[in-house]
């Protein structure tokens, strides 16, 4: 930069000329310098404003962007990324109402490799066979030779086997750590707790998220870092999950059915202590699910919740309890159930052709009369039945916590005619799971409050709305206890223990085609215990059951679930609490008088 001289010689002299003052030009000089200066300077802070407010701008721009990425994203725990790292946080244990362990999570290996590095290939594809009978050399020996850079060779190993592959000795074997989901108790509750799976995986670490169950269910509250120190507490108690287990085992061998299912149910929390499907499978060694044929036939099939049954004259109780409630009838009522009776140009019969003849309310519900049930359905109608067992839960799939539940939707008749109402009375034309009856039945025992089904543990009652008094409860109540002591189900009778239930033979459906089978039916005993102070409600089901021991196979509830559900009943009682106690009698008809 040229500096302009503040008393430049050429304007100097001639001013001294002429008589003017010199100090006058350095003075105009000096304030064009100034000015220039300022110019300078302004253009220099202008342009670093600039550059700043452009810096700012693009700052906003970006993480407003990243705000809107955000807001319209599903929320997510951050993921550590450093090697090393879990990719996920360890996922919370699962424990039973009294703090033992069902779930919790176990470090181990996986086994992959690295082709580029092995020294011997053959000899470490043999190697691996040896130590993995579900391997084949000739595979890995392809895999090794080929133009693979990276190999999984299993997701997890055990200690054992991991000192195994150790001992081969090639460098291209390698380990990553693990966090694997273990059940200690094996197959024990199985279907409840679902099982898990590897999510996100890479060599170093890999995440485990739930695939069934309550693993699936509960998920993001497992996974959650925040739980990682509180167990999930569920409303089964381990000792009663076995018992349970054991003995529908037992009486599904027995009675040679193909499957069955039980669930034991607090009737004034809905805990749901016990459920059982069989047959069951390990959530160690998860199966794959079936591709073919009927998914029933699984293992992995739930039959508590998503086996959808016609179950028989177990809803015979609900028909009678309405009739109760609404005053049409009272126990005693007489009904004539003789026939012929027919609705809607059908015929409606009883089982094996009986005629019982008159018979009161309570009698109907004994014997087990079609055509007396039909006939309080009739004096009920469509509108009020369809309402009750709606409000009893049977038109919704149930609130049981795992995520098969929500499958098992009732199935309900397209057109609710009047041969709808008489049919659903007693158990045919609307089909639900065990775990809908034992909700409804649970209503009953607990002096008429729905009460919904659920696997966490409570800290007390849950009870809902009323669906209908304490005095109807009462009388179905007194019903369900009779049929035990004097009608299909006296085989049920556990000492002691009081039980009331009603048994349920329905014909299972075909598969194909339409139509019910000849001779497959779907047996059930639905019980509530102690009935004068009830506590639990017992379900049991079995499906083509078949009891051998006589001279003619035998396919009825009363040779065959009532036993298996009696059995049940004695064994987990005791680990219940419920002390065997003397059923109170009822009063004589006595009416004293003055001696005077």
Not at 201 to 214: H, Q
Not at 497 to 526: C, H, L, M, Q, S
Not at 552 to 566: I, L, Q, S
């Amino acid at each position: 930069m040229i500096r302009t001289p503040l008393r430049p010689l050429a304007r100097i002299l001639p001013a001294r000329d002429a008589g003017e003052s010199p100090d006058a030009i350095e003075r105009e000089n000096l304030r064009a310098r100034h000015e220039d200066m300022r110019d300078r300077m302004r253009q220099r802070a202008e342009g670093r404003l600039l550059v700043l407010g452009l810096f700012f701008l693009c700052a906003f721009v970006v993480i407003g962007a990243r705000m809107g990425t955000l807001a319209t994203s599903d929320p997510v725990e951050p993921r550590a990324s450093a090697q090393g790292a879990a990719i996920s946080a360890a996922r919370a244990d699962i424990v039973d109402r009294k703090g033992r362990l069902l779930a919790t999570n176990f470090e181990t290996h996986a086994l992959y490799a690295q082709p580029k590095q092995m020294v011997d290939p053959e000899a470490a594809a043999k190697g691996l066979a040896a130590i993995f009978p579900d391997l084949k050399a000739e595979d890995l020996i392809k895999d090794f030779t080929g133009k693979r850079k990276f190999l999984w060779i299993k997701r997890k190993i055990s200690p054992e086997q991991m000192q195994a592959v150790h001992d081969i000795g090639d460098p291209g074997l390698l380990f990553g750590p693990r966090d694997m989901r273990l059940y200690p108790n094996g197959s024990l509750a199985a279907h409840v707790l679902g099982g898990a799976s590897f999510g996100k995986e890479g060599v170093s670490a890999a995440e485990v998220i739930g695939v069934a169950g309550v693993e699936k269910y509960f998920d993001d509250y497992l996974r959650d870092p925040a739980n990682g120190q509180k167990p999930l507490q569920l409303s089964l108690d381990l000792t009663v999950q076995a018992a349970a287990e054991r003995v529908l085992y037992g009486g599904m061998k027995i009675m040679n059915a193909k499957g069955a299912t039980s669930v034991l149910m607090d009737v004034h929390t809905g805990e749901i202590v016990s459920v059982v499907s069989l047959p069951h499978f390990d959530p160690n060694n998860r199966p794959r699910p079936a591709t073919k044929g009927d998914q029933s036939d699984s293992p992995l099939f739930n039959r508590s919740v998503q086996g959808v049954y016609e179950l028989g004259s177990t809803f015979k109780i609900f028909a009678a309890a309405q009739a109760v409630d609404l005053g049409l009838v009272s126990p005693s009522t007489v009904i004539d159930t003789a026939g012929p009776m027919r609705v809607g140009g059908f015929p409606i019969g009883e089982f094996r052709n009986k005629n019982y003849g008159e018979l009161s309310v309570s009698d109907i519900i004994v014997k087990s009369s079609n055509r007396g049930t039909g006939r309080m359905a009739l004096q009920i109608g469509v509108k009020r039945q369809q309402e009750f067992l709606k409000s009893l839960g049977f038109f919704e799939p149930t609130s049981f916590e795992i995520v098969e539940a929500a499958t098992g939707k009732p199935l309900l008749p397209k057109r609710w005619t009047d041969l709808s109402a008489v049919t659903i009375s007693y158990g045919h034309g609307l089909s639900s799971s065990p775990m809908h009856l034992a909700a409804g039945y649970a209503a009953i025992a607990n002096g008429g409050r729905v009460v919904k089904p659920t696997i966490l543990k409570q800290n007390g009652p849950r009870l809902g709305a009323r669906v209908m008094s304490e005095g109807a409860a009462h009388a179905a109540r007194d019903m369900l206890r009779a049929v035990v002591t004097e009608g299909t189900a006296s085989m049920g009778e556990v000492p002691g223990y009081a039980v009331g239930g009603k048994t349920g033979t329905a014909d299972k459906p075909k598969t194909r085609g339409g139509g019910y089978y000849e001779d497959k039916v779907i047996a059930t005993f639905a019980t509530i215990f102690p009935a004068h102070d009830p506590k639990y409600v017992l379900v049991v089901t079995l499906d083509e059951p078949v009891e051998t021991s006589g001279d003619k196979p035998r396919r009825t509830a009363g040779w065959t679930a009532v036993p298996v559900a009696a059995e049940m009943i004695g064994r987990v009682a005791p680990l219940l609490g419920l002390r065997p106690t003397v059923e109170p009698a009822s009063l004589a008809d006595i009416t004293l008088t003055s001696s005077n």
